[in-house]
């Protein structure tokens, strides 16, 4: 099925820095979301974008959905220990049947003390 | 409050034999979903119940693969005649409403065909 293109696939930092990851589709999407997922966990829902140049922040990370509604970007900055893990991005379309969720393949982040 | 359980957390079975996995949504969640994460992958979707409505099945592999949903809350995925592709951690997800709520996730059952 469809996936989004999330990049990278791995960071490797060190803590205190900053970090950014990416993810773009060929289609549109109404509703962009980032999702942490822990080992051995399900996804946790971190931020949702709903309207497209929309900025939004939850601590440490910022979100922003793009213009062309193809693409979103997640920062985290002064990343420490536990933002440890895998970050996915997922894309929503509205209307009936459409709102499952299409995941991008993921960004493994490991932070170095 | 309780959030969506997942059972069993880990399944071992031979190929071709089927196996059913569990999932318990969040109470008073009238959607459910299934994905599949295979190894090094982001999670697709296999299907949705909301409510009474018909399932969006549009997700499901194949004719082994189907669900079902009991009285509007407990849902159970049943793999039949198992291929050893078929492994993956199976996640289930509920929300309140449905398409545009945000989708709490279990913590997977873990599905190895040997």
């Known amino acids: 099925g469809q996936q989004l293109n999330q990049s990278p696939q791995s960071m490797f930092i060190q803590e205190g820095e900053d970090v950014s990851m990416n993810c773009t589709s060929s289609?549109?999407?109404?509703?962009w979301l980032w999702y942490k997922q822990d080992p051995g966990e399900g996804p946790v829902l971190l931020i949702a974008?709903?309207?497209?140049?929309e900025l939004t922040s939850n601590g440490r990370l910022t979100a922003q959905f793009g213009i062309t509604r193809k693409d979103s970007f997640l920062n985290i900055s002064a990343s420490i220990p536990s933002d440890v893990g895998i970050y996915f991005c997922?894309?929503?379309?509205?209307?009936?049947?459409?709102?499952?969720?299409?995941f991008g393949q993921g960004t493994i982040l490991t932070v170095h003390p | 409050g309780a959030g969506v359980s997942q059972s069993p957390s880990n399944k071992v079975t031979e190929k071709g034999k089927d196996v059913e996995l569990r999932c318990d949504p969040i109470?008073?969640?009238?959607?459910l979903y299934w994905y599949r994460q295979s190894l090094g992958q982001g999670l697709e979707f296999l299907i949705y119940?909301?409510?009474?409505?018909?399932?969006?099945k549009s997700g499901l592999p194949s004719d082994r693969f189907s669900a079902e949903r009991t009285g509007g809350s407990v849902s159970t995925l049943t793999i039949q005649r198992t291929q050893q592709e078929d492994s993956a951690v199976y996640l289930c997800?509920?929300?309140?409403?449905?398409?545009?709520?945000?989708?709490?996730f279990g913590p997977g059952t873990r599905l190895t065909v040997l």
């Open positions: 119940f909301q409510g009474n409505s018909a399932p969006d």
């Open positions: 109470s008073g969640h009238t959607a």
């Open positions: 289609s549109i999407f109404n509703t």
């Open positions: 997922a894309g929503q379309k509205s209307g009936t049947s459409y709102g499952k969720l299409t």
């Open positions: 974008l709903y309207k497209a140049g």
């Open positions: 997800a509920s929300s309140l409403q449905g398409l545009t709520d945000t989708q709490y």
